[in-house]
């Protein structure tokens, strides 16, 4: 997938749902909730159990979204989650090796940043985008705001941070799209299996979002 499909796409969904499944059965329960609310782009952190099992079986379970994976750490995982079927992939940090390894399979990659410094780092090395992570860490909106003007044509993401009340707001403030884990999945509601709350937060998450 170009980084220009990538980014349109982006442009068109806004949020990003970040699941980290205990169990695989959850994850694949949790990713089918917030696309039945209207989310289609989908992150399996690494992490999760059975990971790449999980993404293969979105991929098909899932034909109109988008499902990456994130959390990953070096070269090896990388490889296996574009193995596995991952259309697009996050980083917690910024590492040239799997930016390169990335780029050249054609696989959009959104290394993690935090300062000016590694933020245009990242984005010359060749990301798609760039996480900023943990946004919230660093001022929030307030910073994301801060970065437009010298770094306004580097596409965003804040993560770390953004929550249902204010996720709308880093949109307004230019950031190309967010992505959410905790705040879509409350604990509580996953552990009673509650499936249809999850949707309906998702589904008016979108609504809000669609907004901007």
Not at 97 to 106: L, N, S, T
Not at 122 to 148: D, E, H, M, R
Not at 161 to 177: E, H, P, R, S, Y
């Amino acid at each position: 997938m170009s980084n220009q499909v990538w980014l349109s796409q982006l442009q068109q969904n806004r949020a990003i749902a970040v699941i980290r499944a205990p169990k695989m059965v959850w994850g694949e329960k949790m990713a089918s909730s917030v696309a039945a609310g209207g989310m289609r782009l989908i992150e399996i952190t690494w992490n999760s159990d059975r990971a790449a099992d999980l993404i293969f079986q979105l991929r098909t379970q899932l034909p109109h979204c988008l499902i990456g994976t994130g959390t990953l750490f070096n070269v090896q995982q990388l490889q296996d989650a574009i193995a596995a079927g991952a259309q697009f992939l996050f980083t917690p940090h910024t590492d040239p090796e799997m930016i390169k390894v990335a780029v050249a399979k054609d696989v959009p990659i959104i290394p993690g940043a935090l300062t000016p410094t590694e933020i245009v780092t990242a984005w010359t090395q060749g990301a798609s985008c760039v996480k900023v992570f943990p946004v919230q860490s660093v001022g929030g909106t307030n910073y994301i705001q801060s970065l437009q003007a010298p770094l306004g044509h580097i596409p965003l993401i804040p993560t770390g941070g953004v929550t249902l009340q204010n996720a709308q707001d880093f949109l307004q403030v230019g950031a190309v799209a967010v992505g959410l884990s905790g705040e879509l999945f409350p604990k509580k509601w996953v552990l009673e299996e509650n499936w249809r709350a999850i949707s309906e937060q998702a589904k008016n998450l979108m609504a809000t979002l669609n907004r901007c």
